[in-house]
Nanobody
Framework: QVQLVESGGGLVQPGGSLRLSCATSGFTFNNYIMNWYRQAPGKERELVALIITGGSSMHVADSVKGRFTISKDNAKNTVYLQMNSLKPDDTAVYFC???????????WGQGTQVTVSS
């Protein structure tokens, strides 16, 4: 059974930091694109960052560049999103997504709420 379990969300003050984790199981971690998306109330889901599990290629959206970093631990089948200098506009539900490089596999976690507020 495929599982993607996000954790690490919560309430943080502006300027603070959070580290999200996405622990995966039930599939071979290699050969996937691991994505972090976010969705704020009333807004479309937005791609925040992605990383290729079988290599080191990664991408971070312009809106979070310089503040967010994506990383992975292949031994733990886990992807991380380090979020620094958080702003109220970063408030959203953050979702982990796994998409195979060649097969139509497309799996999602349940999401974790991040709220940036004073």
């Amino acid at each position: 059974q495929v599982q993607l379990v996000e954790s690490g969300g919560g309430l943080v003050q502006p300027g603070g930091s959070l580290r999200l984790s996405c622990a995966t199981s039930g599939f071979t971690f290699n050969n996937y694109i691991m994505n972090w998306y976010r969705q704020a109330p009333g807004k479309e889901r937005e791609l925040v960052a992605l990383i290729i599990t079988g290599g080191s290629s990664m991408h971070v959206a312009d809106s979070v560049k310089g503040r967010f970093t994506i990383s992975k631990d292949n031994a733990k089948n886990t992807v991380y999103l380090q979020m620094n200098s958080l702003k109220p506009d970063d408030t959203a539900v953050y979702f982990c997504n796994a998409r195979h490089l060649t097969r139509p596999d497309d799996w999602w976690g349940q999401g974790t709420q991040v709220t940036v507020s004073s």
